[in-house]
């Protein structure tokens, strides 16, 4: 009798995105990862939370509409687009298997403040808040890493 062994299928491993109130920038990356990662079989999912969701306190309804404009204009859609913001707590560091904050500057204080053993795992990119940035350019500089960083985690799966 001839035994048949079956690859066995990756197990899913997290990408946390966290931005400051987790209502644009995380979002969008959160969800433009999790489409890109579907489409090309990468068995990763990404998660998105916030830093400081208090200082989201003027944000209106669940997600950005920048976000929801700028996944549109990439043929996608928000699959969590009606969930609020949820604020980071140490549990969902602990299950991320790769941390990203989107913005250094912005990001880096919140982090040492809040989870300072943590800062050292993660990894912060350079996307600016629509306050210093058009949305357009922020969404193209977030996809181009999200793009990059797709294609690390090929690179890293085992053949």
């Not at 299928?9 to 890109?36: D, M, W």
Request: one cysteine or more; glycine letters at 6%.
């Amino acid at each position: 009798m001839e035994l048949t062994l079956l690859k066995a299928r990756p197990a899913t491993q997290i990408v946390l995105f966290l931005c400051t109130g987790n209502y644009y920038r995380s979002r969008f990356a959160e969800e433009l990862f999790n489409h890109k990662a579907a489409a090309t079989g990468t068995p990763w999912q990404a998660q998105s939370r916030a830093l400081a969701i208090e200082r989201g306190a003027n944000n209106v309804g669940p997600l950005s509409p920048f976000a929801i404009h700028g996944l549109a204009a990439r043929g996608c859609s928000a699959r969590e687009g009606g969930r609020m913001p949820l604020q980071c707590a140490a549990a969902d560091l602990e299950t991320a298997h790769r941390i990203i904050a989107l913005n250094e500057p912005e990001h880096r204080p919140l982090v040492r403040t809040r989870f300072p053993e943590w800062e050292s795992r993660v990894q912060f990119w350079q996307v600016e808040d629509v306050e210093y940035v058009r949305p357009e350019v922020a969404l193209a500089a977030i996809e181009k890493q999200i793009d990059a960083l797709l294609g690390a985690l090929r690179d890293l799966a085992p053949a």
